[in-house]
């Protein structure tokens, strides 16, 4: 049988080797060194090969393995030699792909590029890209503190040739002796170095740079399994900058299950496939939750596995598929169905039963019915969801403390949100039991400091570490131990308040509540009475996204962010000194769902998501242009205009009179006056002292519906 001749130098050509084998498919796989062969595991019908070879010995090999079977075909249809060509270099390694490329000139053998998995990186910080080594050497002369580099060792004598950057380099190569030597040979030793394997986790960089001061963190742009958003999420988590060598450019290539898909399709061709005119094959699909770990496996999901003719999840997961299975490491519905399709050209018609794992339970913070809705549009409809125990149910019960009336958040994948901070910080204020899904032991430091900054130092917290594993662990901490904390694993928290404060459900924060400026003229500030009004006109919804277009002391925008923690507010202001109060405010009622943005509207709007409410408290005569900028991002957002002056009165009857919106819809203008009193007691009497008028105007573009 023909052989898949595989250059690797990436975890995807390793875990394609892996793919191959288990499909019985022969494979040559070559690398670069004997560490390269080192880490490969041992594979039935995979050959490992060591060597730098050039374009003239890549053609050399290839031909010479159709001259052992004495034939000169080199075609895919010969029954000997190699099947496919699979360039799995590393995405710098221009030179060697180039080189394989060229070996096959002429020659009639299909060619694939599997490409690094790509991965999405959000809220990166600090970050300097540059397209080339020499660029990137060229900026670190003019940093500061150390560096550690993470590019490896080939580049090395690039980043070596300035004496002063040398001196902070700490270098992180792979524990290979011809590594050393090269650090050796360019200037590089004693702690310097760090010889280390991967992975490498956010809190492993992180106490990297932590350990040995680095001040810069320098990496290759890379893929899911080169660490790069470990890395960068690492260096943003310590206020560092972080230099990225590689030209933003995206080479051409295919996915590991596409590539696996392409040459298991080579094989049906070359076999007699009696069935190929019959029915496709009946795939029934199980999406299993798997708990926390094998020990949690319910007994319907171990029967799932049981029946299974092929396992599909997370590398983790998989480690609870009985031996012998068919697995792949796959679990998002882009790389699984190539393969299904697969199935279905090769099978006659007969069941053939997929599992794919999840972990935890199904229905909580699961991709099980994002990946069923993927798989129904690819007219797969016999599909069972199984679900699992969630580490939530497993913690609770642990504790001995019921989780039907808690508040349950997650911190997986967004640990830099401001939307969760203020989720939390109102779960601790008002539950008596919060849940907090966490992702190791960076996030547990963060809460412990939000904990510390809010005032909620007397929160209990019981934290489950490894939850159904060996090392399992559950007890309760103080915010100090979260803050302090350096074990690394998997983490799940509940929070105990035993005095929640009660929420408020209607605006109306005393005006002395709020942090005034000392100094004169003070900053302006809206009224209790005219805020509980405002508010009223301006009807929050759930999710919101409000401007407080003038917000002043931020009294508006504490009111709005206060009604609940999914409401977002960017609060605009213009004076420093009123940023400057807005944020004391922020501060004294632990909100993190406020923005501030510090400039003149409609100009700082430009690059703010779309509002959904508008509070205008302060539009500096250009109410006009602000109201347009509004509604050419949401002509449905609700707007409520505070005036005092006769000007910004006359202003707002011009715009009903003169303003032209949008076809199809009309402008509706609500105005009410509001007159407030206050008693004042002068000496043994109280007597009612008048506050100025105040004009509340509502207005939104209503649409025009017609028969």
Known sequence: MKKVLIYAGTTEGRQLAEQLSQAGIPCDLWVATEYGKLVMPELSGVTVHVGRLDAEEMRAYVTEKC?????????????????????????????????????????????????????????????????????????????RGNILLTTGS?????????????????????????????????GICGKQILAMQGPFSTELNLALIHQFSISCLVTKEGGEHSGYADKLTAAKDAGITCFVIGNRIREE???????????????????????????????????????????TLTGEAVHALQEADMVFGAERMLEVVPEGKKTYPFYQAKDILPLLDHIQRQ?????????????????????????????????????????????????????GIPWQEAKILSMHGKSGDPELKAQLLDALFHQRETFLLVSGASDLQKIGTWLEEAGLTEIRIISGFQLSYDDEEIRMIS?????????????????????????????????????????????????????????????????????????????????????????LVYAIEQKPEAVRLLRKNMEKFHLANIIPVEGTAPEVLKGLEPPTHVFIGGSGGRLWSILTGVWNKNPDARVVVTAVSLETIAEISHLEADFTP??????????????????????????????????????????????
């Open 67 to 143: 001259a052992e079977t004495g034939r000169n075909d080199v075609s895919p249809a010969a029954d000997e030699g190699v099947l496919a060509v699979v360039d799995a270099t590393h995405p710098y390694a221009v030179l060697v792909s180039e080189n394989i490329r060229k070996s096959l000139t002429g020659l009639d053998i299909p060619y694939f590029r599997l490409l690094r998995c790509g991965e999405e990186v959000s809220d990166i910080g600090k970050i300097q890209y540059f397209d080339n080594f020499e660029s990137c050497a060229s900026e670190l002369i003019h940093t």
């Open 479 to 567: 915010y100090k131990e979260a803050k302090n904390t350096k074990k690394q694993g998997l983490y799940t928290l509940l929070f105990l308040n035993e005095n929640p404060v009660p929420r408020g459900i209607v605006p109306g924060i005393a005006d002395e509540n709020f942090v005034r400026s000392e100094g004169s003229p003070r900053v302006p500030m809206t009224k209790e009475e005219v805020r509980a009004l405002s508010l009223c006109k301006l009807a929050l919804t759930e999710n919101a996204v409000v401007y407080d277009v003038g917000s002043g002391t931020g009294s508006i925008a504490i009111e709005c962010a206060l009604r609940s923690p999914g409401v």
């Open 154 to 186: 080939k580049e090395l004598p690039v980043f070596c040739q300035n004496e002063e950057v040398r001196s902070r380099l700490f270098v992180r190569i792979l524990p290979a002796e011809e590594n050393i030597s090269v650090c050796r040979q360019n």
């Open 253 to 295: 290539g295919m996915t590991l299950p596409e590539v696996f898909a392409a040459v298991t399709e080579l094989v049906d061709e070359r076999i007699d496939k009696p069935w190929a005119k019959t029915s496709p094959a009946k795939i029934q699909i199980s999406l299993v939750g798997i708990g926390m770990s094998g020990a």
């Open 347 to 399: 099978k006659n018609g007969n069941n053939y039963k997929i599992t794919i794992l999840f972990s935890g339970d199904t229905g909580f913070y699961s991709g099980a019915y994002k990946i069923k809705s993927e798989l129904k549009k690819c007219n797969y409809e016999d599909i069972k969801i199984i679900s699992g125990i969630s580490s939530i149910s497993y913690l609770s019960s642990a504790a």
């Open 662 to 707: 949008p076809e199809g819809r009309k402008l509706q203008c609500e105005t009410v006056q509001l007159q407030v009193s206050r008693a004042n007691q002068l000496g043994a009497y109280h007597m009612m002292k008048a506050e100025n008028p105040v004009y509340i105007c509502t207005m939104y573009l209503q649409k025009i519906y017609t028969k």
